[in-house]
């Protein structure tokens, strides 16, 4: 509590991944001025490693370039005693994962305009950051590569926002991926990403699929008992099960979106992200005029949340502050 980077003192410890640690932080100035934002500080023993910290300075570059209000925005990129570190807006609530997680220990699932209109509103982000251009207007061909549950926030107004375009692709990385080499989460990969051929956007749909099947039935539609068992489901050239056989009252026409957003045919798989959350809100009408305050409540559904100098974040965090 209390130390600094930067202009930045540092509140609590939001979570630690394998290249970084995740701090919330407050930033201050004259005339009273302060605000909150999230740090992420690469890990000082791997500060040094010139491929790990392309990757780090990947990120900052592409999501500082992506400007839509459903992608988090990463606003800075500045140095701590040699180690590079992001500073991003902090976004208050849930993932989709913790929410999806605690309904189903409820057994309460969502409203099926809600989740409808969550996934539309990934969908508008994902499509705005597979659309970014440089400043010459040339497209960066962004494919963020691992969208799923746990890479979406839903904060205390209600707006929903992908983060994480850490392993993401782009026509102009610093780091080079190794070809054949396979990024992201498993149970959200399309076939073709899997097999390491080259990703485009259409992967981004077939995740944001799966990511609407769960959302639809509170199930895991790919996780298996081990890595092998996943690939394999995710392989099997048999449609995948409607999310009415687990949920009669989805209609018929969201199962057909939900259908052609899994296709393993990228062919008869929607093209674009946009195309996908089209058909979505015509298949639920309902969910296009949902506001962001039908969302908001669901920002609360973390369990275990805990005030520490007057911002919520997990329990489990709270003793965990920022040395």
Known sequence: MGARIGPYELIAELGSGGMARLFLARQSGPGGFSRRVAIKVIHPEIASDPEIVKMFLDEARLGGAIRHPNVAQVEAIDEHEGAPYLVMEYIEGATLMQVLRARSQRRDPLPIELAVAIVARVAEGLHAAHETTDELGRPLGIVHRDVSPSNVLIDTAGHVKLIDFGVAKARHRLAKTTPGSVKGKLAYMAPEQLAG??????????????????????????????????????????????????????????????????????????????????????????????????IAPLAQEQPGLQTVDDVTVPARLAAKRAP
């Open 197 to 294: 051929q080259d990703a485009d956007r259409r992967v981004d749909v077939f995740a944001l699929g799966v990511v609407l099947w769960e959302a639809l039935t509170l199930r895991r539609l790919f996780a298996g008992a081990s890595d092998l068992d996943t690939i394999l489901k995710i392989r099997d050239p048999a449609p995948v099960i409607p999310p009415s056989s687990i949920r009669p009252e989805v209609p018929p026409r969201l199962d057909d979106v939900v259908g052609t957003m899994l296709s393993r045919d990228l062919e008869e798989r929607f093209c674009t992200a946009a195309a996908a959350r089209h058909a979505m809100l015509l298949s639920c009408p309902e969910a296009s005029s949902l506001e962001a305050s039908a």
